[in-house]
């Protein structure tokens, strides 16, 4: 499986891209949403996952959901938004524009293992 | 008038335990509030903005080696092989995780900026009022965390007026 991680924080790229390579994922990475588009334009294949922080420079990761519904070729991305926004407005917001889940930082590894499985990315119960 | 609810030192506890247990949970216990604060040389403050039904800042300070080992926890790297950046970047996340959970106890609708990195020297927040702050000891270092506000400083100059 590929995933991409798109956020602005390099260290929070390194943690997300360290949890999802415990799950065997090879894992891309962008720092904003303009740059995940370049990413993924250049890559050989369609990740399954993208996990979006919101608040990033440039194109954040609302916007970037946005464009990536445009795409029919990356229709069976799962968009996955992790951010620190956590106003019931701005969840609504990103689901209606197309985000499948929507993961509040903190998150604990379990809680993000629990959301990937519910999307059929990661088996039922890999962490017994 | 609206009667506001605006977080407390207690709420600041709670949101710091929970960032600091799920985001740089180490084998360290972090003790929030539990220790006198000291003179804290800061070195760094990082903050992030806050602009809507709120207006006011989140602001995370710690010395610089409290700001190297965020960084070295979260890069699982050894402090003495990051760098400025890196050093910058982990503190910068950090406020941005507890600056957005503070957010979702503040007035809505509002949006919270990207975070801001400065010298502690240099981090003046002019026009704001201190509502409430609390203090972390993690790994031998101590971190202050305070919400600010500017629109309090408004309605204390509209009383003063």
Known sequence: MLGIVIDDSKAMRKILRKFLEGLDFSVLEAG??????????????????????????????????????KRPEWRNMTLVMVTTESEHSQIVRALASGAHEYVIKPFTKDGMIDKLALLGLVPVGVLS | MTDEVLPTSDDLDNIAEQ????????????????????????????????????????????????????????????????????VGDALGELANVLGGNVKSMLPAPSTMSLPRIASAAHGHWPGTVELCRTVVAWRGNQFILILLSSRQQDRLERVVA
């Open chain 1, 32 to 69: 904003n949403g303009r740059e995940a588009l370049e990413v993924l334009d250049s890559a050989d294949s369609v990740p399954e996952l993208a996990l979006i922080d919101w608040n990033m420079p440039e194109m954040n990761g609302l916007e970037f959901v946005v464009e990536a519904r």
């Open chain 2, 19 to 86: 960032v600091w247990s799920a985001f740089l949970a180490d084998g360290h216990e972090a003790v929030v509030d539990g220790a006198e604060p000291v003179d804290l040389d800061a070195d760094l403050a990082a903050s992030v903005a806050i602009v809507g039904a709120f207006d006011g800042h989140v602001v995370v300070t710690s010395s610089r080696d409290g700001s190297r080992e965020v960084a070295s926890a979260l890069f699982e790297m050894s402090a003495d092989e990051l760098s400025a950046d890196e």
